[in-house]
């Protein structure tokens, strides 16, 4: 049987790799029981992929992780290779996932699941067939059979007995999949799906030549040897060294106005990181930045030694806003210390991949603080589990 799922149009890239990881232990929870394989949500206009004139719609996961290495922790196939195998564009059956529109009262939580009503308006019509239209990722082609609406309250795997026993779909898509929790955030089985989600092999080529060319670091220098066979990768923490260079991620567009608290100026940032160079003695920083033109310019004035990943019109047309992140990731990921911004799912990205190479954690757990933060938390060390 064929498991498919969405997330709410919204969320970025990075939010959506951690709904992957929820949705693959609800598939690990199926597999006890019957044979069902993922189908993998084509990418697509997302919020952040705000690069114009080039068109990112019904993106295969080939285009930015290795499928063969998602395969070794799940059973995955591309939607297009859904259609192929389903014998056409339709799924059986839709569950729109929402909260309960009571709420929870406080100090009751339980996990629970219910088939009610829905709440928000449905973003699926019917057609003069009685099918269901959508989104589907861009393939407007693709109908739904059934939608009905699931309250959700708890992590992924409740709804797998909805799915066991309350209907024998071949297809089941489960969309706003968000609305479910992690089975064990940190556990085992969420790193296991986490060293599976290793990065497509021409992206990291790309990140390792420009590593090589502008900030001196090879991974034999930096200790940072990495395996393409994901199980045979196990490294002791505080092995790897890292690049001579300080890692930087800086957030900027909608944390500015959405996290103000905690999201420095860009002159606090630049002090903080002309602090970092001269304590790890380093003289390069690499930036990865969502930051507006105008920013980029007053940030080259305030940190010379600044060194960004730019790519060409036809880089960024071959590797699309979802490879430029991953080759930035990519290339923090190897710095001898990273520093990130407060609650970026961003930034957690490049955590985990670094406790992956296997860093000390105190090169990696860093971020900035505002300027008017009183208690500046920096981020939890959720230590690799093998």
Request: glycine content about 6%; proline content about 4%; some cysteine.
């Amino acid at each position: 049987r064929y498991l498919l799922y969405d997330v709410n149009p919204p969320e970025g890239f990075n939010l959506r790799r951690d709904v992957y990881i929820r949705i693959a232990s609800l598939l690990k929870t199926l597999l006890k029981s019957e044979n069902w394989v993922l189908v993998l949500p084509p990418w697509g206009r997302l919020y952040h992929w705000q690069s114009p004139s080039i068109l990112q719609v019904r993106i295969p996961w080939s285009e930015f992780f290795d499928l063969p290495s998602l395969n070794k922790n799940i059973p995955v196939i591309e939607y297009e290779q859904f259609l192929a195998e389903s014998g056409g564009p339709f799924i059986e059956q839709i569950y729109v996932l929402q909260g309960y529109a009571e709420g929870w009262k406080e100090g009751t939580w339980e996990e629970k699941t219910d088939e009610r009503p829905c709440i928000d308006q449905l973003m699926y019509s019917k057609d003069k067939h009685e099918y269901y239209r959508g989104w589907f990722w861009g393939y407007e082609e693709t109908r739904g059979l059934n939608v009905s609406c699931l309250s959700v309250q708890g992590s992924a795997s409740i709804v797998a007995p909805i799915l066991l026993k309350n209907t024998s779909a071949q297809s089941v898509m489960l969309d706003r999949a968000e609305n479910l929790l992690h089975d064990h955030y940190g556990g085992k089985d969420y790193w296991n799906t986490r060293r599976s989600m290793v990065f497509a092999k021409h992206l990291r080529v790309v990140g390792d030549e420009f590593r090589n060319k502008y900030l001196q670091s090879t991974d034999e220098a930096d200790r940072t040897h990495y395996k393409e066979d994901w199980t045979q990768m196990k490294v002791k923490m505080g092995t790897a060294l890292g690049g001579p260079y300080l890692g930087v991620h800086l957030r900027r567009k909608d944390f500015i106005w959405g996290h103000r608290e905690d999201v420095p100026s860009l002159q606090g940032a630049v002090k903080k990181i002309r602090s970092l160079l001269e304590m790890h003695k380093l003289e390069k920083v690499f930036v990865a930045t969502d930051a507006v033109e105008e920013e980029i310019e007053l940030l080259k004035k305030l940190l010379p030694e600044m060194v960004r990943f730019e790519p060409s019109w036809e880089e960024l047309e071959l590797y699309k806003d979802g490879g430029l992140a991953v080759i930035d990731q990519w290339i923090c990921a190897h710095a001898r210390y990273f520093i990130g911004t407060s609650v970026s799912t961003f930034s957690f990205r490049i955590h985990e991949e670094r406790e992956i190479l296997g860093f000390d954690p105190k090169t990696t757990y860093n971020r900035f603080c505002g300027e008017n933060e009183k208690n500046c938390e920096q981020p939890t060390h959720w230590k690799i589990v093998y």
